[in-house]
């Protein structure tokens, strides 16, 4: 390569890899605004981001403002990032993977492990999501992963009982709650409503709510109208990215107290919170397609099976879908 080429090469890759990363943040005096702050992102948790300035002066915002983050990501992270939004698990999960371990900055590993967490829950296996979010939140106990957390919002038998109970001893809140959540089901269940009632009590936008929506579970046989509607206030004051299990519990209930409309609604509301979260999102459609058919509304019961089968065919709630459509045929 001529000298003058090679020289401008090597600028070029210089200027690259030293370029400044750029945070877009919401306008703290006007919502719909937004606002770009330039620099080198020293750490971004769950509470805040912290950025190095081009002078050395660090800045520090409330993580809630964070709209993007523009940075020199690792090979594999972006890729990743788009398998995982198209439904194709198995590349993300390898492309993340790899991503993770490439880069040195523990708060971009940590969002590639938020993702590959997000994958593997999408994928169904909760118990490996489990294990990523407890890695998550001993890195940072803040952890923004909780929002999209492979939590239990109904029984299943998916997670180890003693992976369970191990969670379920941790000294970290999002370790604790996700803990909690499948031990409800079983034989520890006086052990998970004492680790809610505590995590209820932190001065937390994250973990008290949804360990206030995670004990409604006890009480959806023996609820009356009155605790519903009390629920339904609660919830609606709660931020929209954790609000979706509390819903999915709210059709539960609903449905235990045979008015079939206000669990189909609830149902329906759960499906359309749950960002990022198919499993989730499917269940929530399955049980509002299965009330619904069982209210006498077959028409309304089959649209959405087959929104199910269109929208989340790689979901448990799909296989269920298809089989009741096959046996409608």
């Known amino acids: ?38 620099g080198d992102v020293v750490d971004y948790t769950g509470r805040e981001i912290l950025i190095r300035g081009p002078g050395g002066n660090e800045r ?6 964070v709209v993007k983050v523009d940075t020199r990501w690792p090979d594999g992270f972006e890729q990743g990032t788009a398998e995982l939004e198209a439904g194709n698990y198995a590349q993300a999960s390898e492309l993340l993977a790899a991503a993770a371990r490439a880069d040195q900055r523990p708060w971009v590993r940590r969002l590639a492990m938020q993702r590959l967490m997000e994958c593997y829950a999408a994928a169904g296996d909760v118990a490996t999501a489990g294990r990523l979010l407890v890695e998550l939140a001993k890195s940072d106990p803040s952890t923004g992963a909780i929002q999209h957390a492979p939590l239990a919002w109904f029984a299943t038998d ?96 609903r449905r235990q107290l045979h008015e079939s409309d206000a669990a189909a609604l609830a149902y329906l509301r759960a499906s359309q919170l749950a960002e990022g979260q198919p499993q989730l999102a499917a269940h929530a459609l399955w049980q509002a397609a299965r009330v619904l058919g069982d209210a006498g509304h077959a028409d309304e019961a089959t649209k959405l099976a087959r929104q199910i089968v269109a929208d989340y065919p790689k979901t448990a709630a799909a296989a269920e879908a298809r089989s009741m459509l096959q046996s409608a045929e």
């Open 158 to 253: 998916k997670v180890p009982p003693a992976t369970i109970a191990e969670w379920l001893a941790s000294n970290q809140p999002a370790t604790q709650l996700l803990g909690a959540s499948y031990a409800l089901s079983g034989s520890d269940r006086p052990a998970a409503l004492n680790v809610l009632k505590q995590l209820m009590r932190l001065a937390d936008d994250q973990f008290a709510p949804l360990a206030e929506m995670q004990s409604w579970r006890t009480e959806i046989i023996t609820a009356k109208p009155t605790d519903v509607a009390r629920w339904e206030a609660r919830v609606k004051k709660f931020a929209e990215p954790v609000q979706a299990g509390g819903w999915l519990v709210i059709g539960d209930t």
């Open 1 to 38: 390569m001529h000298p003058f080429l090679l020289s401008l090469t090597i600028l070029f890759f210089f200027a690259t890899s030293l370029r400044a990363d750029t945070v877009t943040l919401s306008s703290a005096k006007d919502s719909a605004g937004t606002i770009e702050v330039s």
């Open 60 to 65: 520090k915002f409330p993580a809630a403002r």
